[in-house]
T-cell receptor
Framework: GAVVSQHPSRVICKSGTSVKIECRSL??????MFWYRQFPKQSLMLMAT?????????EQGVEKDKFLINHASLTLSTLTVTSAHPEDSSFYIC????????????FGQGTRLTVV | GDSVTQMEGPVTLSEEAFLTINCTYT??????LFWYVQYPGEGLQLLLK?????DKGSNKGFEATYRKETTSFHLEKGSVQVSDSAVYFC??????????FGTGTSLTVIP
């Protein structure tokens, strides 16, 4: 089946620094990728949708200058948390879709970000 | 946009008990319906899906039927196991659209 790989799985960074999270589709071309943030009590919030070669579409309330998303190729999207603060600590999950794979979305294994 | 309402958790069951997790949705057109499962510390995995009305999705003993008249897609399993302990997410989606998830339902199965 289709595989989405997310890296790193865990990262700890200092306040004020930036962190990049990568999301790769390993065996299919992902025309669309999504980034989610998971809050305590498991609520999943869609942050943004990115299409290859174009700017990401951010959900209301998500700061695009803080959460930079780049979808430079059909197999890679990156989320950069800029000037991270402790309140950015969370579990971030990416997912990817491909038109040839019907409507299903494939999810990465998630990244646990801790800002100290 | 699409939205989903799921049964509030957490749910705690004894092994071999019957499980139902309710899910109702709002969506435009004729969405496909999905149940995803998240095991501790991991991302989401597809559990089952149904793409049109009256379809039944099934996997690993879990079932859900696409009920367009009641806009529901309730998840059921006849006999749960400890290994089923996880968080379950219901989501409708149309092709090319985003998945909007609700809060999910946490299930704990005790021996």
């Amino acid at each position: 089946g289709a595989v989405v790989s997310q890296h790193p799985s865990r990262v700890i960074c200092k306040s004020g620094t930036s962190v990049k999270i990568e999301c790769r589709s390993l065996d299919f071309q992902a025309t669309t990728m999504f980034w989610y943030r998971q809050f305590p009590k498991q609520s999943l919030m869609l942050m943004a949708t990115s299409n290859e070669g174009s700017k990401a579409t951010y959900e209301q309330g998500v700061e695009k200058d803080k959460f930079l998303i780049n979808h430079a190729s059909l197999t890679l999207s990156t989320l950069t948390v800029t000037s991270a603060h402790p309140e950015d600590s969370s579990f971030y999950i990416c997912s990817a879709r491909a038109p040839t794979l019907n409507t299903e979305a494939f999810f990465g294994q998630g990244t646990r970000l801790t800002v100290v | 946009g699409d939205s989903v309402t799921q049964m509030e958790g957490p749910v705690t069951l004894s092994e071999e008990a019957f499980l139902t997790i309710n899910c109702t949705y709002t969506a435009t057109g004729y969405p496909s319906l999905f149940w995803y499962v998240q095991y501790p510390g991991e991302g989401l995995q597809l559990l089952l899906k149904a793409t049109k009305a009256d379809d039944k999705g099934s996997n690993k003993g879990f079932e859900a039927t696409y009920r367009k008249e009641t806009t529901s897609f309730h998840l059921e399993k006849g006999s749960v196991q400890v290994s089923d302990s996880a968080v379950y997410f219901c989501a409708p989606t149309n092709t090319g659209n985003q998945f909007y998830f609700g809060t999910g339902t946490s299930l704990t199965v005790i021996p």
